[in-house]
């Protein structure tokens, strides 16, 4: 079945700098990957979106890009703030029923 | 994703008692979904319903049941059968199947 992997588990990052989390999936069909993020306690939260008709999307500091043929795609987030310190996690829609399939998790952290 | 909410915000059990979780949304949205997260973990899909009157096992449904009388609204059931219910529970939503998913603030249960 669909699987999604999303590497690192926990990553820490200088504040000011940038941070990538990455996540490869295995169905060759799937043509949405949203990205969410969680602060402790909360509820995730949509903060971007690609299809699989663009390259990379970006708004404001953060970035997605999509690889078809590798079935990667990565989150970036530049200028890192202390409000990025959250679990961030990315998902794909598997092609065969529409289900949304999640990775799980980054734990990023922004250090001062 | 102010237009989903859940209740209650806590909720305690004893052993062998049965709960049920609420979730509404008042955002005209086909699909509902239940997710389960434990600490440090992703989330886990319990049930999913792609239109009234119609729901699907997810990942781990043994010991949960839902129903969905209503576009409104779809309840979770942790029954006794389910061995280690303390968990975190997410309801969310999405315009149809497959689409843009938001979710309500969880519920954290606690089988005490």
């Known amino acids: 079945g669909e699987n999604v992997e999303q590497h690192p588990s926990t990553l820490s990052v200088q504040e000011g700098d940038s941070a990538v989390i990455k996540c490869t999936y295995s169905?060759?069909?799937?043509?949405?990957f949203p990205w969410y993020k969680q602060e402790l306690g909360k509820r995730p939260q949509l903060i971007i979106d690609i299809r699989s008709n663009v390259g990379e999307k970006k708004d404001q500091r953060i970035a997605v890009t999509l690889n078809k043929t590798a079935k990667h795609f990565s989150l970036h987030i530049t200028e890192t703030q202390p409000e990025d310190s959250a679990v961030y996690f990315c998902a794909a829609k598997r092609g065969r029923d529409d289900k949304i399939i999640f990775g799980k998790g980054t734990r990023l952290h922004i250090l001062p | 994703d102010g237009g989903i909410t859940q209740s209650p915000k806590y909720l305690f059990r004893k052993e062998g008692q049965n709960v049920t979780l609420s979730c509404e949304q008042n955002?005209?949205?086909?699909?509902m979904y239940w997710y389960r997260q434990d600490p440090g973990q992703g989330l886990r899909l319990i049930y999913y319903?792609?239109?009234?009157?119609?729901?699907q096992k997810g990942d781990i449904a043994e010991g949960y049941s839902v129903s969905r009388e209503k576009k409104e609204s779809f309840p979770l059931t942790v029954t006794s059968a389910q061995k280690n219910p303390t968990a975190f529970y997410l309801c969310a939503s999405s315009i149809r199947p497959g689409d843009t998913q938001y979710f309500g603030p969880g519920t954290r249960l606690t089988v005490l």
């Open positions: 169905d060759s069909a799937s043509n949405y």
């Open positions: 955002l005209n949205h086909d699909a």
């Open positions: 319903s792609q239109i009234v009157n119609d729901f």
